[in-house]
């Protein structure tokens, strides 16, 4: 039997599959607006980016020691306003798909 799965914060270890799963996406289309894949620097510019303490973590979710999924929120809009706004986004690997760890992401995300 399978471990359970484990959400928890990305460290700078993880980027190199965060990169892979994100450019899956890329390349399948429809859920992200980049076009070409990202390069490992671009992830971890994107990764130093989020502050966990300010309300932006990027978590991983992994099993048996693998990282399947990852997501992020993000802020959304840099104004006054939006301080209290912020998009949500996750990423599943693809061979890990239909198994309902998108879902887990979400529900820990919020």
Same mark, same amino acid.
């Given at each position: 039997?399978?471990?359970t799965p484990r959400i928890r914060l990305c460290r700078r270890g993880d980027l190199e599959a965060v990169t892979a799963i994100y450019n899956q996406a890329?390349?399948?289309?429809?859920s992200t607006a980049?076009?070409?894949?990202v390069s490992?620097?671009?992830r971890l510019?994107?990764? =130093? /980016?989020?502050?966990?303490d300010q309300g932006h973590p990027v978590l991983v979710l992994e099993q048996e020691?693998?990282?399947l999924a990852f997501g992020s929120l993000s802020a959304y809009y840099d104004r006054p306003g939006y301080q209290e706004t912020c998009?949500?986004?996750y990423y599943v690997d693809r061979d890990s798909r239909g198994?309902? =760890? /998108?879902?887990?992401?979400?529900?820990?995300?919020?």
């Open positions: 039997m399978s471990a890329v390349m399948d289309g429809g980049d076009t070409a894949p490992l620097d671009q510019q994107w990764w =130093l /980016g989020h502050e966990p020691g693998k990282v998009e949500l986004g198994r309902g =760890l /998108g879902a887990l992401m979400v529900h820990s995300l919020l």
